[in-house]
């Protein structure tokens, strides 16, 4: 997928994780096709060396916790700027909303959606990942849900009440206990999306920590930061935050022809414009499809045919065998797993 971005920070921390648990270093950058100084500098991992680099990990320290044990190591200040900022805030809702717009500034992997619950007074933190993680989806969630504690317990109060729930999309594991006593919040486990649900009146409370002035330079910064980025975000980006826009909002596939003509472009030239960022229409789509049948059998509000018919599917069992490429089961053993 084009413009994937993730600090090279996340992959070196990992490798030190890794050494602490007898891993090669060297050894798990080679079987990533890496050079063993790749790590160094600027280096921007692409998509498919992030899910080799975290694919490789997972099988050289045949640990199934490495996730949890990784998120755990990471501080605030191990998030840049944005973790910076995060301690500056006035309040934690304050602080949400700064990730919330500007965490594009420092990585393409998620997003933040936040939602509010008025009859339960409630809000919830919803993670939206924005790249098909398949089978290292358990590990990175891990590691992102406990990142976030981590940030979230640095900046608000000790005497507060902090967490009502903390959703994870995917099956129990075997090794829940340690995960309850790791996380220390309730846990829900095969929700439709994974997450923080936390008490509305949490969000207003006053930081210890707020630096106004700080707060308003950094958000400044990441603002302009943010506007450069748009202006140069690709192609591919671009036409895969439309297409889900479309296929969610107005049910309806959206043909080459069509997409073309929205950014004034050919067939021909939007197809070249592609080629060049090393995707096409056709897979950027695929990936689109696949990101929100993963969504919608998880949410569990639609059938495996309405889910195929909504993305453009006219007979089921096309839509069957292009899940089962995708994730390695069908829709139906993917939806009784819960993951």
Same mark, same amino acid.
């Given at each position: 997928?084009?413009?994937?971005?993730?600090?090279?920070?996340?992959?070196?921390?990992?490798?030190?994780?890794?050494? +602490?648990?007898?891993?090669?270093?060297?050894?798990?950058?080679?079987?990533?096709?890496?050079?063993?100084?790749?790590?160094?500098?600027?280096?921007?991992?692409?998509?498919?060396?992030?899910? &080799?680099?975290?694919?490789?990990?997972?099988?050289?320290?045949?640990?199934?916790?490495?996730?949890?044990?990784?998120?755990?190591?990471?501080?605030?200040?191990?998030?840049?700027?944005?973790?910076?900022?995060?301690?500056?805030?006035?309040?934690?809702?304050?602080?949400?909303?700064?990730?919330?717009?500007?965490?594009?500034?420092? +990585?393409?992997?998620?997003? *933040? &959606?936040?939602?509010?619950?008025?009859?339960?007074?409630?809000?919830?933190?919803?993670?939206?990942?924005?790249?098909?993680? &398949?089978?290292?989806?358990?590990?990175?969630?891990?590691?992102?849900?406990?990142?976030?504690?981590?940030?979230?317990?640095?900046?608000?109060?000790?005497?507060?009440?902090?967490?009502?729930?903390?959703?994870?999309?995917?099956?129990?594991?075997?090794?829940?206990?340690?995960?309850?006593?790791?996380?220390?919040?309730?846990?829900?486990?095969?929700?439709?999306?994974?997450?923080? +649900?936390?008490?509305?009146?949490?969000?207003?409370?006053?930081?210890?920590?707020?630096?106004?002035?700080?707060?308003?330079?950094?958000?400044?910064?990441?603002?302009?930061?943010?506007?450069?980025?748009?202006?140069?975000?690709?192609?591919?980006?671009?036409?895969?935050?439309?297409?889900?826009?479309?296929?969610?909002?107005?049910?309806?596939?959206?043909?080459?022809?069509?997409?073309?003509?929205? *950014?004034?472009?050919?067939?021909? +030239?939007?197809?070249?414009?592609?080629?060049?960022?090393?995707?096409?229409?056709?897979?950027?789509?695929?990936?689109?499809?696949?990101?929100?049948?993963?969504? &919608?059998?998880?949410?569990?509000?639609?059938?495996?045919?309405?889910?195929?018919?909504?993305?453009?599917?006219?007979?089921?069992?096309?839509?069957?065998?292009?899940?089962?490429?995708?994730?390695?089961?069908?829709?139906?053993? *993917?939806?009784?797993?819960?993951?």
């Amino acid at each position: 997928m084009a413009d994937f971005f993730l600090p090279v920070q996340y992959m070196r921390l990992l490798g030190e994780q890794l050494q +602490t648990m007898g891993v090669s270093q060297g050894d798990w950058l080679i079987r990533c096709h890496l050079a063993p100084n790749q790590l160094d500098g600027d280096w921007q991992p692409s998509f498919a060396a992030f899910k &080799a680099l975290v694919k490789q990990a997972l099988e050289l320290s045949g640990e199934p916790m490495l996730g949890l044990l990784f998120g755990q190591q990471l501080t605030i200040r191990s998030h840049g700027i944005i973790g910076f900022n995060a301690l500056q805030g006035a309040t934690l809702r304050q602080t949400l909303q700064f990730v919330e717009r500007y965490l594009a500034v420092h +990585t393409s992997l998620l997003s *933040f &959606a936040h939602e509010q619950d008025k009859s339960r007074d409630c809000e919830h933190i919803r993670l939206v990942i924005g790249y098909p993680l &398949a089978e290292i989806e358990r590990p990175v969630l891990e590691a992102v849900m406990m990142a976030i504690k981590n940030v979230f317990e640095a900046i608000t109060p000790v005497s507060a009440d902090r967490v009502q729930c903390v959703r994870f999309p995917f099956a129990e594991p075997d090794y829940a206990e340690v995960v309850r006593q790791m996380v220390d919040y309730p846990i829900a486990w095969s929700q439709p999306w994974a997450g923080f +649900t936390v008490d509305s009146v949490l969000l207003d409370m006053p930081l210890q920590l707020a630096d106004p002035v700080t707060f308003h330079e950094i958000e400044q910064i990441c603002q302009r930061k943010l506007l450069q980025m748009n202006e140069k975000t690709a192609l591919g980006v671009r036409i895969h935050q439309l297409l889900r826009e479309l296929i969610l909002e107005q049910h309806r596939l959206p043909s080459l022809e069509f997409t073309a003509s929205l *950014f004034n472009l050919t067939p021909r +030239t939007l197809h070249r414009h592609l080629e060049s960022e090393g995707t096409s229409f056709k897979q950027i789509l695929q990936e689109v499809r696949h990101l929100l049948a993963v969504e &919608a059998i998880r949410a569990g509000n639609q059938s495996i045919q309405e889910i195929a018919w909504a993305l453009g599917y006219q007979d089921v069992a096309n839509f069957r065998r292009a899940f089962k490429q995708w994730e390695g089961v069908s829709p139906s053993q *993917f939806s009784g797993k819960g993951r």
